[in-house]
């Protein structure tokens, strides 16, 4: 199974926020990161959170670390129908930063 | 005008023959990589860079080849040996292996038939 585990699909009305949730296995994990995918494109860098932080704030983006619990989320405050796209969680371990490993994606569709 | 490129966006190559994909950044990176991606599923690692000349394999390595003679290219090759190679290709990059940030390019959508 994944090392990273995501649900799979996610539905907010405009204007509401969106929660997509996360949960990672490797207690080492140095830097846990989402990422955007839009339809036939590559990976967009949203936002990343180290290891010894617990809250990350940027703009209309939250990260949330549970480290206890293994437990990442990303809050999209005002949700628009640009924000329609899949959501990546990964991680990344220190001992060896080239391993990052990705949970399956979150698809949010935004309705208007 | 800073970035990632990879080309083609699209890909078709008959089932027996080798096709390599092409990822060229001009951020001055040292390490590069590649990943697969399937409908439903995280990105896989197949290969990855630190440095010119260096290359490791990932998870899933067997039947790829790639080469790193320049910094700012790292192309991939999908052999015949590869028995899925129907998939999306991501090249991604960093400023160094230690880096936080991580980012891709647009991608190669590269189908066998």
Redesign the interface.
């Known amino acids: 199974g994944e090392d990273v585990e995501q649900s799979l699909f996610l539905s907010v009305r405009e204007g509401d926020s969106s929660v997509i949730n996360c949960t990672y296995t490797d207690s080492s994990s140095t830097y846990l990161y989402w990422y955007k995918q839009e339809p036939g494109a590559g990976l967009q860098l949203l936002t990343y959170i180290f290891s010894n932080m617990d809250m990350k704030q940027d703009q209309r983006l939250t990260v949330l670390l549970n480290k206890k619990d293994k437990h990442l989320s990303l809050r999209i405050a005002d949700t628009q129908t640009g924000d329609s796209a899949i959501y990546f969680c990964a991680e990344s371990i220190w001992e060896n930063n080239n391993d990052m490993r990705f949970g399956a994606g979150t698809r949010l569709t935004v309705k208007p | 005008d800073g970035g990632?490129t990879?080309s083609p966006k699209y890909l078709f190559r008959k089932e027996g023959q080798n096709v390599t994909l092409s990822c060229e950044q001009n951020l001055n990176h040292d390490?590069m990589?590649w990943y697969r991606q399937d409908p439903?599923?995280?990105?896989?690692?197949i290969y990855?860079s630190?440095i010119v000349n260096d290359f490791?394999k990932g998870d899933i390595a067997e039947g790829y080849s790639v080469s790193r003679e320049k910094k700012e290219s790292f192309p991939l090759t999908v052999t015949s040996a590869q028995k899925n190679p129907t998939a999306f290709y991501?090249c991604?990059s960093k400023e160094a292996?230690?880096?936080?940030?991580?980012?891709?390019?647009?991608?190669t959508?590269l189908t066998v038939t």
């Open positions: 990632i990879q390490a990589y439903g599923q995280g990105l896989r690692l990855y630190q490791q991501l991604a292996s230690g880096s936080a940030e991580q980012y891709f390019g647009p991608g959508r």
